[in-house]
């Protein structure tokens, strides 16, 4: 029997976990306002940095006494300068349960060599955060992009930890509450929730981690893109938009354009909103089909943005092909693009469902995953 394609089609196929789709309605004309050609240091380009600054601390909900900076090299940048700047003062503890909690580990171990414990979780898991020291140093990434499995909350995090906590929030900051008493230096980067560009990244640091800025100097050399100190001092202009090098202003103003959309769909809540109906949409979905089932083991973990999937259905013979074709048939038909699991991640697809997604999108793409399931199976044959 030939199998029938679906009448109807997302009317946007970017479901790319990163750079993410834009914000709905997004066209270039939105950035006719940004200081082209203008110096940064310019009290126009100041400005906008600082109230890039400043509308995100409002819609994140950081606190007034926690620094927020933008900083070079999209999110990588912001966690390797905290990585760099702050490990090697007291005993680190490294948790990764996916490819980029696995790389801040490379890190640690093998480039700043320091004796790290190391906890890692097989894809799907996550790790148990009640068996982490946090009079340790501990590293995580809050939403493992490349495995759909995240924090659930911050509960396990002690207020009274002598450590600091480094999370790299990239793919959840904008879509999940991030519990900022228990964070003591938090990144990301626009290119994910918010649809904005790469490049640059953003880092959040509590007193304490300031704190620890001061009063401690690491025994490795610093790059001057990673130094946040000067004279044993914080440099304070760079968290009030006196960026370490130059910024572009078209990115800036997009992420203004993009934080403004943020407002507008209700701050924090609207967009914890929208990810989470997006999620359910396609867990709905899994619930309800016997050959697809989300690769996050413990649904309380489940992501909201990166929602991870793998096919479970006996037929299929080679999984790793089985998934890259269903994924190159979606895109063929132009109903999701970018949609296969990340390289090193098990077998599967990818479907990104933060807040700049818009749930009927998502609705509409089902029943093409049925449709390019089918004609896999049947391609097989
Ligand atoms: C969890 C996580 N960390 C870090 C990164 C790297 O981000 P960037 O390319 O913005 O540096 C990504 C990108 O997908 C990510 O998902």
């Not at 109807?8 to 200081?35: E, H, Q, V, W, Y």
């Not at 809540?269 to 413990?298: E, H, M, S, T």
């Not at 309380?300 to 890259?324: P, Q, W």
């Not at 999701?336 to 699991?341: I, R």
């Amino acid at each position: 029997m030939a199998i029938q394609a679906p009448a109807a089609r997302p009317a946007n196929p970017r479901f790319s976990s990163g750079p993410c789709t834009k914000i709905p309605g997004f066209s270039l004309d939105m950035l006719a306002d940004a200081p082209l050609g203008r110096s940064h240091r310019a009290a126009v380009g100041k400005a906008k940095l600082k109230e890039a600054i400043e509308t995100t601390r409002e819609i994140l909900g950081v606190p007034a006494d926690y620094r927020i900076g933008i900083v070079p090299a999209s999110d990588t940048g912001a966690v390797e300068m905290a990585l760099w700047s702050l490990l090697g003062a007291r005993k680190v503890t490294m948790c990764a349960w996916e490819s980029f909690g696995a790389g801040w580990v490379t890190d640690v171990v093998k480039q700043l060599k320091l004796d790290a414990d190391v906890k890692k979780a097989e894809y799907g898991d996550i790790v148990d955060f009640a068996t982490v020291d946090f009079n340790t140093d501990v590293v995580f990434t809050w939403n493992g992009t490349t495995s759909g499995v995240r924090l659930p909350n911050g509960d396990a995090i002690p207020a009274d930890r002598e450590g600091l906590t480094i999370c790299d929030a990239t793919s959840a900051a904008f879509a999940m509450d991030l519990p900022w008493d228990k964070l003591d230096v938090t990144t990301f980067s626009w290119q994910k929730v918010l649809g904005g560009e790469g490049g640059h990244g953003v880092i959040v640091l509590s007193p304490r981690a300031v704190e620890r800025l001061e009063s401690y100097t690491p025994a490795w050399p610093l790059p001057k893109i990673f130094r946040m100190t000067k004279g044993g001092k914080l440099i304070e202009g760079i968290f009030v938009g006196e960026t370490i090098n130059t910024p572009s202003m078209l990115c800036v103003e997009d992420y203004l354009v993009a934080l403004d959309w943020a407002k507008s769909v209700g701050g924090l809540k609207g967009l914890v909103g929208r990810a989470a109906a997006n999620a359910q949409a396609i867990w709905d979905f899994c619930a309800a089909k016997p050959w697809i089932a989300n690769l996050a083991n413990d649904a309380a973990t489940a992501s909201t943005t990166s929602v991870c999937l793998k096919f479970t259905d006996a037929r299929i013979k080679d999984g790793a092909a089985f998934a890259k074709a269903v994924a190159k048939r979606l895109e063929k038909e132009g109903v999701a693009l970018d949609v296969g699991a990340y390289r090193d991640a098990p077998a599967g697809l990818r479907i990104w469902a933060g807040s700049t997604v818009e749930t009927a999108d998502v609705e509409a793409l089902l029943p093409w995953l049925e449709y390019a399931f089918e004609a896999e199976i049947a391609a097989q044959a």
